[in-house]
């Protein structure tokens, strides 16, 4: 669940991180401007190109999670696309319909045509089919084929790509959701080394580059489906794997207050509650940097829009449902709306609290599973 990242903002109540991999990105744009010739800005500026892309993307597909009734959470940004978490009463049918899969290539391929034709009616001495086609030389080309390659990059199946996110989704139907998950995941890691191959037979830069990239997206499906493979169906539930020992802090509390409990604490992300009642979460470093401006509140900083499972939920269903968006902490509620807003918090789970849970549950499966089996032979 937790994702090297850096946190931008929120945007209408989705919490925006950018994925460190868009650090090494601006290294990688720059040093390729001066291998060919070009400056440092003209590097940057490609780079610029390239998350303006991927924005575009991004926005069509959040228009058309909203109009399939998903309630996005957070939003976790790669050099390929976002990967996004969704809150509680989130829908899987609304988060994997069809209008989403198609909703970021055409919106690539929309933007990329219109400003090819926009080019057009304003000069002829444009050559928008000259190679290469991303190059920091000619920046305005570059503007046309980033969006026009985004697009055409998710229609390759391989997840976490759209084609790829909607072959799983059949594979699922087929295969059931493990098989299909472990299927899909290694269909991705192949297609992501064949684009990797393919670039360095090709002499193609960009080849390589979306291919190492895809490559990092196709380790996260793997990791899911290994997290699939573990919790089996619905077999492990959240009240099995949720801390019941954990600190909250009450949204009445002063900053300053709640740096002094965090100090005590292991957990990086806290729930807040009114009472007993959960309203949101802040994190060590949100504290921190609102301190730093001064004291406050913890109602005045703290995340009103947050993951959330019952104790009911099923382990897999839940990981499913947030993704891989850098989501530090669960809160595991006894549910009385679909947000989490106004429910009372029974426990929580973080990345540590899973992987320990999961190896002590598994471990005392199997020790049972053997005894039963002895059990039936002494019979």
């Not at 575009?56 to 050099?79: C, D, N, Q, W």
């Amino acid at each position: 669940m937790r994702t090297p990242s850096l946190r931008i903002g929120v945007l209408f109540g989705v919490e925006i991180r950018l994925h460190v991999l868009w650090i090494l990105f601006l290294f990688f744009s720059m040093t390729y401007a001066a291998f060919t010739g070009a400056t440092a800005i003209r590097g940057f500026a490609l780079w610029l190109l390239m998350l303006v892309a991927v924005m575009v993307r991004e926005v069509a597909r959040s228009i058309a999670f909203a109009a399939s009734g998903a309630k996005l959470s957070s939003l976790l940004i790669l050099p390929a696309g976002a990967v996004p978490s969704f809150s509680s009463g989130s829908k899987k049918e609304a988060q994997e319909s069809h209008l989403v899969a198609l909703a970021g290539p055409l919106a690539n391929f929309f933007v990329g045509i219109t400003l090819a034709l926009l080019l057009y009616m304003a000069t002829n001495q444009v050559n928008l089919f000259e190679r290469p086609w991303v190059t920091p030389a000619y920046l305005l080309r570059s503007l046309i084929w980033t969006q026009v390659l985004l697009g055409g990059l998710h229609l390759i199946p391989a997840a976490p790509l759209d084609a790829g996110v909607a072959l799983r989704q059949r594979f699922a139907k087929i295969r059931g959701t493990v098989r299909g998950a472990r299927a899909m995941a290694g269909i991705s890691q192949t297609v992501s080394m064949a684009l990797v191959i393919a670039g360095i037979s090709m002499q193609n830069v960009w080849l390589m580059v979306m291919g190492a990239f895809l490559m990092v997206g196709a380790q996260m499906e793997a990791a899911t489906a290994v997290g699939a493979e573990t919790a089996t169906g619905e077999s492990v539930l959240m009240r099995d794997v949720m801390l019941t020992d954990f600190t909250t802090i009450s949204s009445a509390d002063t900053l300053e207050m709640a740096m002094d409990r965090s100090v005590h604490s292991l957990q990086d992300i806290f729930p807040v509650v009114r009472g007993s009642l959960l309203v949101g979460t802040v994190s060590r470093q949100t504290l921190s940097d609102a301190l730093s401006q001064g004291n406050g509140y913890v109602q005045g900083v703290m995340a009103r829009t947050f993951p959330v499972a019952a104790a009911e939920d099923s382990l897999s269903a839940t990981l499913a449902r947030i993704g891989g968006g850098g989501t530090q902490m669960v809160p595991i509620i006894e549910r009385n709306s679909d947000n989490g807003a106004g429910d009372r918090v029974l426990g929580i789970v973080t990345p540590q609290s899973l992987s320990l849970a999961m190896h002590l549950l598994g471990r005392s499966r199997r020790i049972l599973e053997r005894a039963s089996r002895t059990d039936q032979r002494d019979q």
